[in-house]
Nanobody, 122 residues
Framework: QVHLVESGGGLVQAGGSLRISCTVS????????MGWFRQAPGTERESVASISGSGGARWYADSVKDRFTISRDNDKNTVWLQMNSLKPEDTAVYYC???????????????WGQGTQVTVSS
């Protein structure tokens, strides 16, 4: 079983920055594309960012492009999402996901974390 645990969520003012983390337990971390989904109340769950197993390829949703950066360290089994220039519409529960089936585009994750709340105040 692969377990994903997010941390680092919290409250931040609009225009500020936040960095959330995902630590992964299990074998062959580098075989998994990793990513972040988010969901706000009354909205559909959406993919925000993802990164290939080697870290060589990245994908971002248009809504966060040029503001968010995803990264990973396979020696630490950890994935980060650096969020800059935050907007109130970024408020959501952010979920770490893992997918062994794809290179970088994650549509149906194999594993989900428990989620961490990110709230951006205006």
């Amino acid at each position: 079983q692969v377990h994903l645990v997010e941390s680092g969520g919290g409250l931040v003012q609009a225009g500020g920055s936040l960095r959330i983390s995902c630590t992964v337990s299990g074998r062959a971390f580098s075989d998994y594309a990793m990513g972040w989904f988010r969901q706000a109340p009354g909205t559909e769950r959406e993919s925000v960012a993802s990164i290939s197993g080697s870290g060589g390829a990245r994908w971002y949703a248009d809504s966060v492009k040029d503001r968010f950066t995803i990264s990973r360290d396979n020696d630490k089994n950890t994935v980060w999402l650096q969020m800059n220039s935050l907007k109130p519409e970024d408020t959501a529960v952010y979920y770490c996901v893992a997918d062994k089936k794809v290179v970088v585009i994650i549509d149906y994750p194999d594993f989900w974390g428990q989620g961490t709340q990110v709230t951006v105040s205006s």
